[in-house]
């Protein structure tokens, strides 16, 4: 998805948030969001959202599809596939049906390749086991 200059390829994204950009609070839309630049709060798009290896976000993101190069401080819900390139950092939980991870990415957190309410974290599960 992303190409020498760290462009989207294909389809132009409907948002960018460049590289001095700060963004903070509710970020909701309908179209591809790219990120270069830095999200605090959440960011929900009913598309396709791609972190730059230069974005920062600390937030939790929910979208079709999401392709990570740069960091994230949240939980990320994908409705299809969850791509995490070589210098991708996520420290929070993902959830997607697809999910696909480069050497050298780093993923702290628990992972789910479902997108359905029975997708629970196995801690979760665990400490209602033992509480009956």
């Known amino acids: 998805m992303f190409n020498q200059k760290e462009g989207v ?3 132009q ?6 590289e001095s950009v700060k963004v903070e609070g ?13 999200v605090i709060g959440t960011l929900h798009t009913s598309n396709d959202v791609v972190v730059a290896g230069s974005a920062r976000i600390e937030a939790d993101i929910e ?3 999401v392709t990570v190069a740069g ?9 299809e596939q969850l791509q995490l390139q070589s210098t991708a950092k996520i ?7 697809v999910i696909s991870v ?6 702290k957190g628990q992972c789910s390749t479902s997108t359905d309410d029975s997708a ?3 801690a979760e599960d665990a400490s209602k086991e033992t509480e009956e």
């Open 26 to 38: 509710t970020f909701s839309g309908a179209g591809d969001v790219v990120v270069y630049g830095e």
């Open 63 to 65: 979208a079709s599809n």
């Open 71 to 79: 960091e994230i401080h949240g939980n990320v819900i994908c409705h």
């Open 91 to 97: 420290f929070g939980d993902v959830t997607a049906q």
């Open 102 to 107: 480069e050497p050298g990415a780093v993923l």
């Open 9 to 11: 390829s294909g389809n």
């Open 120 to 122: 629970k974290p196995v």
């Open 13 to 18: 994204p409907q948002t960018v948030i460049g």
